[in-house]
């Protein structure tokens, strides 16, 4: 079950004709064990590959502006055994991206869909703008998702 977090959803959305339900204006997460059943791990490297989706991500919102940038250790090293603050690994893939109140603008890139087996992604409140990337219907692990207090708009992207 994916919960999906926005300011403004549609309850008749693509996302329930698989199951997903929709909530407006979360503020409280979930609790973690609630979310993954994956032994987070900070020994295993990351692949290069996921590590370009993420800095991929970090330029499209402007993460030099980041309210944490210069202590959010982004860009410093492997992304999974480097202590990037808001990303945890399993077996050297992200599975989690929580990044909350940190002044993200700009807009999510498509590229997040590349990250097969993340299943937290946790962008709440900010100045993120744009359409979600169609590439997320591709996170198929992806069991909670919040996007609240964002400029998202337009439709969920079709399954």
């Known amino acids: 079950m994916i919960c999906l977090a926005t300011q403004a959803i549609s309850l008749r959305n693509p996302l329930q004709k698989r199951g997903l339900h929709t909530r407006r204006n979360v503020i409280d997460d979930p609790p973690r064990s609630h979310v993954s059943n994956r032994k987070i791990d900070r020994t295993t490297p990351g692949r290069p590959e996921e590590r370009e ?52 603008t700009g807009e999510l890139s498509e590229s997040l869909g590349g990250l097969g087996a993340l299943d937290r992604l946790n962008l709440r409140t900010g100045g993120i703008g744009g359409v979600l990337p169609a590439s997320l219907v591709k996170l198929t692990n ?3 998702l919040t996007i609240g207090f964002h400029e998202i708009g337009g439709p969920l992207p079709a399954s």
């Open 142 to 144: 992806l069991t909670y």
């Open 53 to 104: 989706i993420l800095m991929e991500f970090w330029n499209s919102t402007n993460g030099e502006w980041w309210t944490d940038a210069g202590e959010n250790n982004w860009g410093n090293g492997d992304h999974c055994t480097g202590n990037w603050k808001g990303v945890e690994c399993s077996g050297g893939e992200v599975v989690t991206i929580d990044i909350v109140d940190n002044n993200q």
